[in-house]
């Protein structure tokens, strides 16, 4: 399945100033725009776009698991070596079973053993259109990409008393900003 690019080819050549009008490199903006949003799941360390996922986790030894992909919309099923969770009844905090928050599944009135790959979860997470400042940033990464195009391996350039120096990063500073509130820093 093909994840969703985080842009449209529209809302690019929109960003440029003039705006692109002629379709002469709509090819090449439109595979831009998917490796642009490839590059920015990875840098993300996860993909954000909404998914149901089933995973086996390893067992932490409490009672909460931090599930990978996030944020957690729905958890329909939770096992520990194969057996079946109940999920905490509705109106009673107390009771045995799971519940879920944004990240998360907790067990109430037990813990999670510890081991490797003993629970087992499945759970839908991401949001169900791409965030806007996420979209922004993958508009700005594509825009540089294709002007970058014709310096490639470029540091600066000196002509008629100018110097022009170009940025040398995987991305702009700005873009990295909005990208870091997404990204996921601990391993899982």
Do not use: H
């Amino acid at each position: 399945m093909a994840l969703p690019d985080f842009t449209d080819l529209a809302t690019v050549k929109a960003w440029f100033s003039p705006p692109l009008t002629s379709a002469t490199d709509d090819v090449l903006l439109a595979r831009l725009i998917t490796a642009e949003s490839a590059f920015m799941r990875s840098w993300l360390n996860r993909d954000i776009s909404q998914a149901t996922y089933t995973d086996t986790l390893d067992g932490p030894g409490r009672a909460v698991v931090i599930l990978p992909q996030y944020p957690v919309t729905a958890v329909s099923a939770v096992a520990i070596d194969g057996e079946p969770l109940p999920q905490q009844p509705a109106g009673q905090p107390l009771a045995y079973g799971w519940d879920f928050d944004d990240t998360a599944v907790f067990l109430i009135g037990a813990i999670f053993p510890r081991g490797r790959r003993r629970v087992t979860v499945t759970w839908t997470a991401g949001y169900p259109d791409t965030p806007a400042d996420i979209a922004q940033a993958c508009v700005e990464l594509v825009a540089l990409r294709y002007r970058e195009r014709d310096r490639i391996g470029l540091v600066s350039k000196a002509m008629g008393g100018e110097t022009t120096a170009f940025v040398q990063r995987d991305m702009p500073a700005s873009v990295a900003t909005i990208l870091s509130q997404y990204k996921r820093v601990s391993p899982w």
